[in-house]
């Protein structure tokens, strides 16, 4: 039994935002139907950076295909509706009402709907704007926080879309526990612009406590003396931090280096002060020793250090692996792969894996009682 086992979802979006909040809401046991246009949601083809899109997000999903320019479509897709707890979409201002699906036709129809409208922006000035996870990056000051001084860099990763997906998912559970009270849905909404303001809150906070700007996060002042990348013997980049004066008198235990004990490096403050001779003292000192000593002297010292990873080095993790961080699924032209699962647990189960990456239109005749437009024409 899972959190939303019997809760409907009709899943109309495509790319990170929509499917992120899909894949939430499916892992934990909804139903969600995925419909797509004719030929499929085109994230399917996307290459390059969008390669991985449809693969990481679109598991424990149903595919219908439906074409909203016909009329018997419509009324199917209205029909799918009128028996769903939740709507998702993240198309531009409108484009739903266009087509007469719009969440006002839905509502009325089902008034126990939940309708998630997943946008660049929030209600306000911004609305109608044009929204990309590297836009608000910028426009919030993620970007400036992120790269070097003078030069903004967007994150490695899309995370405004992810996270507005996860605050899409926590909207549309907090409207289903009201809706336990009030016999009625709503429409709630997440946007990109709003996700990564709250993504930045805490240098904004920092400047209301200090008055002072924060700098970008790799030109700033550390509050650490040692909280740095360093290379190891073996030419392999890890991250080591000592934190507390206890760290630090334990890294110099574990080092043999009680020349690093002199009132020079005394407290925190004071090594802070002095990073500018203490960083390099220290990577000459890990520089003789490979990253696989290095990782081994931190865990038994309880030091915080992680090695430079790339993503996909992540398929090879002890723990990601014992602790059930992946699902096996297959690509959908057959290969074998493995994609993160959601980072939670219930109880002690990891969400876990219903249904494989669907198929354009896999599940029309299971769902609409007729095949996917093109496999009709097929057949």
Same mark, same amino acid.
Request: charge should be negative; include cysteine.
């Given at each position: 039994?899972?959190?939303?086992?019997?809760?409907?979802?009709?899943?109309?979006?495509?790319?990170?935002?929509?499917?992120?909040? /899909?894949?939430?809401?499916? @892992?934990? !046991?909804?139903?969600?139907?995925?419909?797509?246009?004719?030929?499929?949601?085109?994230?399917?083809?996307?290459?390059?950076?969008?390669?991985?899109?449809?693969?990481?997000?679109?598991?424990?999903?149903?595919?219908?295909?439906?074409?909203?320019?016909?009329?018997? @479509?419509?009324?199917?897709?209205?029909?799918?509706?009128?028996?769903?707890?939740?709507?998702?979409?993240?198309?531009?201002?409108?484009?739903?009402?266009?087509?007469?699906?719009?969440?006002?036709?839905?509502?009325?129809?089902?008034?126990?709907?939940?309708?998630?409208?997943?946008?660049?922006?929030?209600?306000?000035?911004?609305?109608?704007?044009? %929204?990309?996870?590297?836009?608000?990056?910028?426009?919030? $000051?993620?970007?400036?926080?992120? $790269? =070097?001084?003078?030069?903004?860099?967007?994150?490695?990763?899309?995370?405004?879309?992810?996270?507005?997906?996860?605050?899409? %998912?926590?909207?549309?559970?907090?409207?289903?526990?009201?809706?336990?009270?009030?016999?009625? $849905?709503?429409?709630?909404?997440?946007?990109?612009?709003?996700?990564?303001?709250?993504?930045?809150?805490?240098?904004?906070?920092?400047?209301?406590?200090?008055?002072?700007?924060?700098?970008?996060? =790799?030109?700033?002042?550390?509050? &650490?003396?040692?909280?740095?990348?360093?290379?190891?013997?073996?030419?392999?980049?890890?991250?080591?931090?000592?934190?507390?004066?206890?760290? &630090?008198?334990?890294?110099?235990?574990?080092?043999?280096?009680?020349?690093?004990?002199?009132?020079?490096?005394?407290?925190?403050?004071?090594?802070?002060?002095?990073?500018?001779?203490?960083?390099?003292?220290?990577?000459?000192?890990?520089?003789?020793?490979?990253?696989?000593?290095?990782?081994?002297?931190?865990?038994?010292?309880?030091?915080?250090?992680?090695?430079?990873?790339?993503? &996909?080095?992540?398929?090879? @993790?002890?723990?990601?692996?014992?602790? !059930? !961080?992946?699902? @096996?699924?297959?690509?959908?032209?057959?290969? =074998?792969?493995?994609?993160? %699962?959601?980072?939670?647990?219930? /109880?002690?189960?990891?969400?876990?894996?219903?249904?494989?990456?669907?198929?354009?239109?896999?599940?029309?005749?299971?769902?609409?009682?007729?095949?996917?437009? $093109?496999?009709?024409?097929?057949?």
């Amino acid at each position: 039994m899972l959190p939303l086992e019997g809760i409907r979802v009709i899943e109309f979006s495509h790319m990170v935002m929509g499917p992120t909040c /899909g894949v939430i809401l499916a @892992d934990l !046991g909804a139903e969600v139907i995925k419909v797509e246009p004719p030929g499929g949601d085109r994230t399917r083809a996307l290459t390059a950076s969008g390669a991985g899109f449809f693969p990481a997000l679109n598991r424990n999903k149903k595919s219908v295909v439906l074409d909203t320019a016909l009329e018997r @479509d419509r009324e199917a897709l209205l029909e799918l509706t009128d028996n769903a707890d939740v709507v998702i979409e993240n198309f531009r201002p409108g484009a739903l009402d266009e087509r007469g699906i719009g969440f006002d036709t839905l509502r009325a129809r089902n008034p126990r709907l939940v309708c998630l409208s997943l946008k660049g922006f929030l209600p306000g000035p911004y609305e109608k704007r044009t %929204a990309l996870d590297e836009v608000v990056q910028m426009m919030a $000051g993620l970007a400036y926080m992120t $790269g =070097p001084p003078g030069r903004p860099l967007r994150a490695g990763a899309p995370v405004n879309d992810m996270m507005g997906g996860m605050f899409g %998912a926590i909207a549309v559970m907090g409207a289903l526990m009201e809706r336990n009270t009030t016999g009625v $849905g709503q429409v709630v909404q997440s946007a990109l612009f709003e996700t990564c303001t709250f993504l930045v809150s805490t240098a904004m906070m920092q400047k209301a406590i200090t008055g002072v700007e924060p700098p970008p996060m =790799p030109g700033g002042r550390r509050s &650490w003396g040692v909280y740095d990348i360093f290379t190891a013997s073996d030419g392999v980049q890890i991250f080591v931090g000592v934190v507390t004066d206890r760290q &630090w008198q334990i890294f110099a235990d574990i080092l043999k280096r009680p020349d690093l004990i002199v009132p020079e490096f005394g407290n925190n403050a004071a090594r802070s002060l002095a990073r500018e001779k203490l960083i390099p003292m220290v990577q000459e000192i890990l520089g003789a020793y490979t990253v696989s000593e290095i990782e081994s002297m931190c865990e038994k010292a309880g030091l915080p250090f992680a090695r430079i990873n790339k993503p &996909w080095d992540l398929l090879d @993790d002890p723990h990601l692996n014992a602790s !059930g !961080g992946f699902h @096996d699924v297959h690509l959908t032209n057959g290969t =074998p792969t493995r994609a993160p %699962a959601l980072p939670i647990l219930l /109880g002690d189960r990891r969400p876990g894996l219903r249904l494989d990456l669907p198929q354009v239109g896999e599940h029309n005749f299971e769902i609409l009682g007729r095949e996917a437009p $093109g496999k009709e024409a097929a057949e």
